[in-house]
């Protein structure tokens, strides 16, 4: 197994800009998130999905949006990129039953200028 | 808003040498889980304990749980430079579907 998977690993945007971040995972896990990692802090819930056709809101949803048509794969979409989106983006998944466990993908670094 | 702060934000220490870092949550919760990242890459995660638990080994991993002062360590024994890495506390509270991460401690093993 592959595991989690994100392209790209790294994008530089400019503000205003849009782009999708992709998300794979092929443990047919139902539980997807995404989270943000910025300088000196932890890991925030950007929005979250328990199964295709399913999300929801996180900590940090504004200026995000996610869909989630299968359940192998959780795009993230920035709708108009703005500098304070400059962070790390990491995707997460867990089955239903073991949700508290996580397993992480490598994350996109994003920066815009 | 953070759920878990670590303390204490970075740690060196000398290879052999045990290592502890401490995690305090501000509300009740389901279990709590520690997670380990690299430089550069993804959460791996390394032990969880429940809210009626309050030790678990794992390895050379000792997690303990104190619910009434909301507060959880981490010990690492005979550290190797391998061990190098941010270690991360998360809670779960509620329906368990969210995981709130504090902000880190850095753990600098030197060989």
């Known amino acids: 197994n592959a595991g989690v998977t994100q392209t790209p690993k790294f994008q530089v945007l400019k503000t205003g800009q849009s782009m999708t971040l992709q998300c794979?995972?092929?443990?047919n896990h139902e539980y997807m998130s995404w989270y943000r990692q910025d300088p000196g802090m932890g890991l925030r819930l950007i929005h979250y999905?328990?199964?295709?056709?399913?999300?929801?809101?996180?900590?940090?949803?504004n200026g995000y949006n996610v869909s989630r048509s299968t359940t192998e794969d959780f795009p993230l979409r920035l709708l108009?990129?703005?500098?304070s989106q400059t962070s790390v983006y990491f995707c997460a998944s867990s089955p239903l039953d073991?949700?508290?466990?996580?397993?992480?993908?490598?994350g996109t670094r994003l920066l815009v200028l | 808003s953070q759920q878990g702060e670590e303390d204490p934000q970075a740690l060196s220490i000398q290879e052999g040498e045990n290592?502890?870092?401490?995690?305090?949550?501000?509300?009740?919760?389901?279990n709590l889980q520690w997670y380990r990242q690299n430089s550069g890459r993804g959460l791996v995660h390394l032990i969880l304990i429940r809210s009626n638990e309050r030790e678990k080994h794992s390895g050379?991993?000792?997690?303990?749980?104190?619910?009434?002062?909301?507060?959880?360590?981490?010990?690492?024994?005979?550290?190797?430079?391998?061990?190098?890495?941010?270690?991360?506390?998360?809670?779960a509270s509620?329906?368990?579907?969210q995981l709130t991460f504090g902000s880190g401690t850095q753990l600098t093993v030197l060989p």
Do not use: H, W
């Open chain 2, 60 to 91: 050379r991993l000792r997690v303990t749980l104190d619910t009434s002062k909301k507060s959880s360590s981490l010990l690492i024994t005979a550290s190797r430079a391998a061990d190098t890495a941010s270690y991360f506390c998360a809670t």
């Open chain 1, 49 to 61: 999905s328990v199964g295709a056709g399913i999300t929801d809101q996180g900590e940090v949803p």
């Open chain 2, 94 to 97: 509620g329906s368990a579907r």
């Open chain 1, 24 to 27: 794979a995972q092929d443990m």
């Open chain 1, 80 to 83: 108009s990129a703005a500098p």
């Open chain 1, 98 to 106: 073991r949700q508290e466990t996580q397993y992480f993908g490598p």
């Open chain 2, 19 to 30: 290592a502890t870092m401490n995690c305090s949550y501000k509300t009740s919760i389901n």
